[in-house]
């Protein structure tokens, strides 16, 4: 398992950087499948997004992400980006590996599900 959260400013991680984490996994060798999951700002008028987390946001992700890997018996990689954000910029990241497609769909919905709702983050939209 590879987490982090990234001042979006200093280090920007991009989906193929996440997907060599994924594949130069020791365990790659026992999966049949890698999903990846790229959420991006949308458009719709905003010029930035600004995206922020409290104090407990990287233990909760970190925790929340070991209890769906047991679940699902998959590997998880997960990047979010904080800061100032453009359109088309990724805000989250995540790399599901499993044996079959089932367990890595099921686990990225609730993986994507716990960052938007369970885990401290917040989003302000700046219009153009």
Request: net charge neutral; hydrophobic share 40%; glycine share 4%.
């Amino acid at each position: 398992m590879f987490v982090k959260i990234s001042e979006a400013e200093k280090n920007t991680y991009s989906i193929n950087d996440l997907i060599k984490i994924a594949k130069n996994s020791p365990n790659i060798e026992k999966y049949g499948c890698l999903i990846y999951y790229d959420g991006i700002v949308r458009g719709n008028g905003v010029k930035e997004l600004i995206v922020e987390t409290n104090e407990k946001s990287e233990e909760l992700l970190i925790k929340a992400i070991e209890e769906i890997e047991e679940k699902y018996n998959v590997e998880i990689n997960a990047i979010l980006h904080v800061g100032k954000l453009r359109v088309s910029d990724s805000i989250f990241m995540a790399t599901v590996a499993s044996k079959h497609r089932y367990e890595a769909f099921d686990a990225i919905k609730e993986l994507i599900d716990v960052v938007k709702n369970k885990i401290g983050l917040t989003k302000k939209e700046i219009y153009k």
